[in-house]
């Protein structure tokens, strides 16, 4: 990360990297997930699985660029946590498939959700990696957060429709970072285009969020060792840095 994208991320809790996904790369994750929800007969689809769909998928899980720039959110050791996919319409909570909230915020999930200067260094603990595959416009809805939150220093969520909320826009292909300590959450859907996200949630080494052995059906599918290295179970002892891949 640059000085200036430290100085963002540390401002705000969150980060928007433009075009980090090409218009090529975008289509052929939108048909395969098309595709894929075709054959399941699936119209209303709102949190889907996806990694196994193709090797791009895991390929986004290991992208040169992004592993370079979560390297200075939580250091050398990091791993992936979960990962997930999130698609909304207008009918998405009038069906109850999610609401507008908020959640998140410093210390909450037993003090998991961190963020920390030290010694010059930024701690964190789990940190979300977004991927649009559509377009997010001003006023759209889905993903908000109140930027600074991550450093409050009392637990406080504001409505969602505070001044202090902010819903940022995002190109197809976009990049969106944020540290789980930000207050954050969903708003309703707003566009007549739908709503289609990659979430990929990484976190320390020796941390694990989601259940510690819920990524061992992606563990078979790896193609090289970075692959592997990010989908090992979390431990302290005997777990080497990572090979980070050169941009």
């Not at 050398?76 to 959640?103: A, E, I």
Request: net charge negative; charged share 20%; aromatic share 10%.
């Amino acid at each position: 990360m640059t000085e200036a994208e430290i100085y963002e991320f540390d401002l705000n809790g969150y980060i928007v990297y433009r075009d980090l996904l090409s218009a090529g790369e975008v289509k052929k994750m939108n048909d395969l997930l098309d595709t894929e929800f075709k054959k399941q007969d699936v119209q209303d689809v709102h949190s889907f699985s996806f990694i196994s769909l193709d090797h791009c998928f895991l390929d986004l899980m290991a992208h040169p660029r992004m592993l370079q720039i979560i390297r200075s959110m939580i250091g050398d050791w990091l791993r992936l946590d979960h990962v997930y996919g999130l698609q909304m319409d207008t009918g998405t909570v009038n069906r109850g498939q999610t609401r507008p909230n908020l959640h998140g915020g410093p210390r909450t999930d037993n003090g998991e959700h961190l963020y920390q200067w030290f010694d010059g260094n930024m701690y964190n603990g789990l940190i979300v990696v977004i991927y649009a595959l559509k377009e997010v416009n001003p006023g759209d809805g889905g993903f908000i957060c109140v930027p600074g939150s991550h450093k409050a220093n009392m637990h406080y969520r504001p409505p969602v429709d505070s001044p202090l909320v902010v819903n940022p826009s995002l190109h197809a292909g976009d990049m969106l970072i944020f540290t789980e300590a930000l207050v954050h959450g969903t708003t309703t859907w707003t566009s007549s285009n739908k709503r289609r996200s990659l979430l990929y949630k990484y976190s320390l080494g020796h941390s694990t969020w989601s259940a510690a052995d819920n990524l061992e059906p992606i563990r078979a599918l790896a193609q090289n060792d970075l692959q592997r290295d990010l989908l090992r179970p979390p431990s302290v002892g005997s777990r080497s840095a990572l090979d980070f891949p050169k941009i």
